[in-house]
């Protein structure tokens, strides 16, 4: 290899054995930001142009090819090259270009190698097009040279679906054309070798021909949006996406790229992209938290979890499949072997559906242990999670008992989801080791983990809260201590607005219609009636018919499990307006001579959900979140607020500070309007920075 020199700041270029390397290295992802596609201009026109070079290799340092343009860029001028005339130059080269993957060549980065003459790949490599999470949809030709190397359907799935695919995957749909074992540059080099010596043509994905002609792509997209239907509801981008992949079958390769361009400008304005980028960064910016700067998370490697119950199997499962060995422990009869044989099942179910292979499932299987002494389970633990019913007094006296047991430096935490954390810890002679781990039930499918600090957390342990919500796959928000902590409380509200509301006219159902067509899968009252009218806040001993909940649960209406509850259920629980609770409602309404009206969709949003952005508000301004951007996440990961609204910090911003903050007050008084919503709204200021 002749020697190596430097083009630009980011980007190198050497040649060896006649074959031209131009590697660029921007960290974190070699994401293609301007100055990336300024560096590639050049080591190409340099490469073309050397006589030495009779083929091209572009290769990433670092942990990734290109993982896609720079999402920071969108919404400000862009600057040229574009990504198109980087890649005209690709394609325009005499000199076969050879595309080095390694990591996630996502977004852009995919589409780069597509421009490439051919591609080869790592094993463990992944490509994708995950434009559309972000409501975009592939922007530098990813729609038009995909359906010409794997054909329609596949370019749907790839494209619509948004979920990457492994290099195996790809060698076998034709996006790569081989898998280098062993270092990926020599392969790379060695490939591109092998090409020049077969006089390999300089293949040009923009030349072949789409595999399904007009007809047969305009039946397949319609087939596609009839079975995807719940999928696409809501997003923008998802029916864009199919517009441009039907350019490519019916238009010329560059109309079907000028048509793919004006489709992505006019997502990347949209309020839907520009929310679902907030969530990006709002998912990456949560981990962002205010600790002692080098102090690292403690090692977990085996963890105790306290209480087989829903929550306490849905846990040991999240660690099972991080791959912790689990100690599963409940005092109670068999409850251990019981919950074991959920995980079980669990696990067996997803082997079936092939999602996980069978191999997978046994071995996470083979980590579990359970048992009914907690000396056993705690004393070999690093981490201890406790997910025992919510009771002050259960949590306190099995703290006791753990700490009297557990290793000097094991990590003591609670699932708590709205128990005052301080006054667990306090039992305990370790309150700086006592943390929240609140998972969102089903605890193995809800993406939301918060991490909850108490007053004397060590910054060692919140460190290793936030590291293992990572490990576990989820998104770690970290919160401080108060009742509902931050998702819970902040989504408390709707449902008393919702209450208040249903006194006022509008049906059950009605109102859950207003939030469904908002976004929600659930609305208020189908959540009730799912958790049980019974679990959320009845005493039962002291209920005295006071509320339409209280009569309702008198009444044995406990929602889907026990004979309806604020709608009526058949044997498939399917769910039916109730004659029986709205004429509860009605009659409780007319003794509360609540005055009664109609309200539209409009109205039951302002209703519902204003008082959940003022409570957002709040606890960033109490400092229990650290910034609105936390809230928007937690509420999008825990209670799947629709992310094409960004959050309710996010659409609050959207919707306008000022007009919120003037609805409060008129709904639920001046006084109880966050300071922070206020000053913001008087100052033109935004909750989302
Ligand atoms: N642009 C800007 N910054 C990015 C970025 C991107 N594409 N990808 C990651 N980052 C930052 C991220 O914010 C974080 O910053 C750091 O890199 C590490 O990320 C034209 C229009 C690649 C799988 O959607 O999926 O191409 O917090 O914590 O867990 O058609 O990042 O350190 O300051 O996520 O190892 C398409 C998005 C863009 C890929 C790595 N590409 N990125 O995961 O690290 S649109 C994507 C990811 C596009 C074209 C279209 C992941 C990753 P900070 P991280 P990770």
């Not at 083009?7 to 590697?23: F, Q």
Request: aromatic content about 6%; charged content about 25%.
């Amino acid at each position: 290899m002749n020697e190596m020199s430097r083009v630009t700041a980011i980007s190198t270029y050497a040649v060896a054995d006649g074959i031209a390397i131009l590697t660029i290295d921007s960290p974190p992802v070699n994401a293609l930001g301007h100055a990336v596609r300024v560096a590639l201009e050049a080591g190409l026109r340099r490469a073309v142009a050397d006589a030495d070079a009779h083929g091209i290799v572009i290769h990433c340092a670092g942990r990734t090819f290109f993982a896609g343009a720079d999402i920071s860029e969108f919404g400000k001028p862009l600057q040229q090259p574009d990504l198109n005339a980087v890649f005209d130059l690709i394609e325009a080269s005499t000199k076969p270009v050879v595309a080095a993957i390694h990591g996630t060549a996502l977004g852009g980065g995919m589409e780069l190698a597509l421009a490439c003459h051919y591609r080869v790949a790592t094993s463990s490599a992944k490509l994708g097009l995950p434009e559309v999470s972000l409501g975009l949809l592939p922007g530098a030709g990813g729609t038009q040279r995909v359906p010409r190397l794997v054909g329609i359907e596949k370019a749907l799935t790839l494209i619509v679906g948004g979920r990457p695919i492994g290099a195996t995957k790809a060698l076998a749909d034709g996006l790569i054309d081989r898998i280098v074992e062993g270092d990926l540059l020599p392969g790379a080099i060695l490939y591109a070798q092998q090409l020049i010596a077969r006089g390999e043509p300089l293949r040009r994905v923009r030349d072949l021909a789409v595999d399904l002609d007009a007809t047969a792509t305009r039946e397949a997209l319609e087939r596609f949006r009839a079975t995807h239907k719940r999928d696409l509801q809501g997003f923008k981008a998802p029916g864009l996406i199919l517009q441009a992949i039907e350019a490519a079958a019916t238009l010329t390769f560059d109309e079907g790229l000028a048509r793919e361009w004006a489709l992505f400008e006019e997502l990347v304005d949209s309020q839907e992209s520009i929310a679902q980028r907030h969530l990006f960064f709002a998912e990456r910016t949560a981990g962002k938290i205010p600790i002692e700067r080098g102090v690292q998370p403690l090692t977990v490697e085996r963890v105790a979890v306290i209480g087989a119950g829903t929550m306490g199997t849905g846990i040991a499962m999240v660690f099972l499949n991080a791959g912790y060995p689990v100690f599963l422990v409940d005092k109670a009869g068999d409850a251990a072997e019981r919950g074991a044989a959920r995980i079980h099942k669990t696990f067996g179910d997803l082997a079936d559906k092939g999602r996980i292979s069978p191999e997978e499932g046994m071995r996470r299987v083979g980590l579990l242990r359970i048992g009914s002494s907690l000396e056993d389970a705690v004393s070999g633990a690093d981490l201890v999670v406790e997910a025992i019913f919510e009771s002050m007094a259960l949590k306190q006296a099995i703290f006791k008992e753990i700490d009297a047991v557990a290793k000097a430096g094991a990590i003591l935490a609670s699932n708590t989801s709205f128990l005052d954390l301080d006054e667990i810890a306090a039992v305990t002679a370790r309150p700086d080791q006592v943390i929240g781990l609140h998972f969102f039930a089903p605890a193995n499918i809800m993406r939301l983990l918060e991490v909850v600090r108490g007053a004397r957390t060590s910054d060692a342990v919140i460190a290793t809260g936030m590291s293992l919500g990572r490990r576990l796959g989820k998104v770690a928000v970290l919160s401080g201590v108060c009742d509902g902590f931050i998702a819970n409380r902040v989504m408390k509200p709707r449902m008393e607005a919702a209450e208040a509301l249903v006194l006022e006219g509008p049906t059950p159902s009605e109102i859950d219609r207003a939030m469904n067509r908002y976004g929600f899968a659930m609305g208020p009252f189908q959540m009730f009636d799912l958790v049980g009218l019974d679990v959320i806040g009845w005493d039962r001993d002291n209920s005295a018919g006071r509320t339409v909940q209280e009569v309702l649960c008198e009444m044995g209406r406990w929602g889907q499990k026990k004979n309806g509850g604020y709608y009526d259920y058949d044997e498939q629980r399917r769910a039916a307006p109730s004659p029986v609770a709205e004429q509860v409602i009605r009659e409780f309404a007319a003794r509360a001579n609540v005055p009664q009206q109609a309200f539209d969709d409009a109205q039951i949003v302002e209703r519902l959900l204003y008082p959940v952005v003022n409570e957002g508000a709040k606890v960033v301004e109490e400092g229990i979140a650290l910034r609105a951007s936390d809230v928007d996440i937690a509420l999008a990961t825990g209670y799947g607020w629709p992310v094409w609204t960004g959050g309710p910090m996010c659409w609050a911003d959207r919707i306008g500070l000022p007009r919120i903050v003037d609805s409060l007050d008129a709904m639920i008084g001046p006084d109880s309007v966050s300071p922070l919503l206020r000053r913001l709204a008087a100052e033109g200021g935004r909750l989302t920075s």
